[in-house]
């Protein structure tokens, strides 16, 4: 059973994250041109609306892991730091531009940044919390129970 208080904090926020999101998008038809916090606001909602699909996800019990608040505060920071910088950077991309990794600034940014380095974080955290968020026998039993019911024949 999932834990009351945070699968609810979890969907206030994927709420408010959605909020930002769409504030953002109406930015984008003012008549006087896109601002420039529509941009950031949809940098943060993003961040925001994937960290606490995250959540909602990895709660299982009334038990928190120990690494479960500082993964999703990597995530965060991770996810609205490199669409931070990647709308920081100048926008102007030359042919003579250096190179890193093998792409332009902004786009390793994107890929390394926001794609890649919560792949190799995450796992890690789900690893070292294993044990805590495996099933226990008791859980296998019921769910085993349950399917059995849902086969067997109504009488």
Do not use: N
């Not at 940098?43 to 709660?59: H, I, K, M, N």
């Not at 995530?75 to 920081?88: K, P, Q």
């Not at 026998?137 to 009488?155: F, I, L, Q, S, T």
Request: proline share 7%; hydrophobic share 55%.
């Amino acid at each position: 059973m999932r834990d009351p208080r945070i699968r609810r904090y979890a969907l206030q926020l994927i709420f408010a994250a959605t909020l930002c999101i769409g504030l953002a998008y109406t930015s984008a038809f003012r008549r006087a041109g896109v601002p420039s916090w529509g941009d950031w606001l949809l940098a943060f909602g993003l961040s925001l609306l994937l960290t606490a699909t995250l959540a909602l996800g990895a709660v299982r019990s009334d038990r928190r892991p120990a690494g479960l608040v500082l993964s999703l505060m990597f995530s965060f920071v991770v996810l609205f730091g490199g669409f931070g910088l990647a709308l920081w950077l100048p926008a102007t991309e030359h042919a003579g531009m250096p190179l890193l990794l093998g792409l332009p600034p902004r786009a390793a940014i994107v890929l390394y940044g926001i794609g890649a380095l919560p792949l190799l974080v995450l796992p890690l955290v789900f690893a070292l919390t294993f044990d805590e968020l495996a099933p226990s026998d008791e859980d296998v039993r019921r769910v085993k129970e349950a399917g059995a019911r849902y086969r067997a024949p109504e009488a």
